[in-house]
Each structure stands twice: as structure tokens, then as C-alpha cells.
């Protein structure tokens, strides 16, 4: 069963209706209770993962935040939490 947009011209919403395939459907709006409704282009929904998301991110990215606050950059971070430093155990 397809799911297909439509504009309500009573109210003004869009909704998204799962359709069977029968002659007499007739949709209505489930916020008005509206008839009117004509069906809609709707979007292509494609999802990305978080990483896909990330990795598309333009390489300058990283030097734009690190200009915008200096103090949160990658370098300062490093020099404040001493994290280019070895890890040493300390006595027990």
C-alpha cells in the first residue's frame, strides 16, 4: 500500500495517507475532516547514516572552528590537557 501526500484546501495541511488501491477512496483530512484534499509532489526522503553525514563535511570545516574559537581548538586543547604528553602511572 502506497503512503501519498496531499494538501488539504480547507485547512491548509499536508498530510500523508496510506492508500489501498480501491476505486472509492475518497480522502479525507484527519485534521479538519475536510474532503478537499488534492494530491501533492511529495520529497524523496534518502537517510544517512551519522558517519556518511560527517565525512561529507568539507575539509575547512575544522580550521573555520578552530579560527572562530581559539580557545577550543584542536592545538589548545592539546597544550591544555597536556594530551601530546606520555601517560605515566603513578605509584599505588
Same mark, same amino acid.
Given at each position: ?6 494538501? !488539504?484546501?480547507? !485547512? ?9 488501491? $480501491? ?5 479525507? !483530512? ?31 570545516? %575544522?580550521?573555520?572552528? %578552530?579560527? $572562530? ?14 594530551? %601530546? ?5 603513578? %605509584?599505588?
Amino acid at each position: 500500500m502506497p503512503v501519498y501526500e496531499y494538501v !488539504c484546501r480547507d !485547512c491548509g495541511k499536508s498530510v500523508s495517507l496510506l492508500v489501498r488501491h $480501491s476505486e472509492s477512496f475518497e480522502p479525507r !483530512c484527519p485534521g479538519c475532516g475536510g474532503d478537499h484534499l488534492v494530491r501533492s509532489i511529495s520529497a524523496f526522503a534518502f537517510h544517512q547514516s551519522y558517519l556518511s553525514k560527517i565525512e561529507q563535511l568539507d575539509p575547512k570545516y %575544522d580550521k573555520m572552528i %578552530d579560527a $572562530s574559537n581559539p580557545d577550543i581548538s584542536f592545538d589548545s586543547l592539546v597544550k591544555k590537557y597536556r594530551l %601530546d604528553e606520555p601517560v605515566t602511572k603513578g %605509584d599505588g
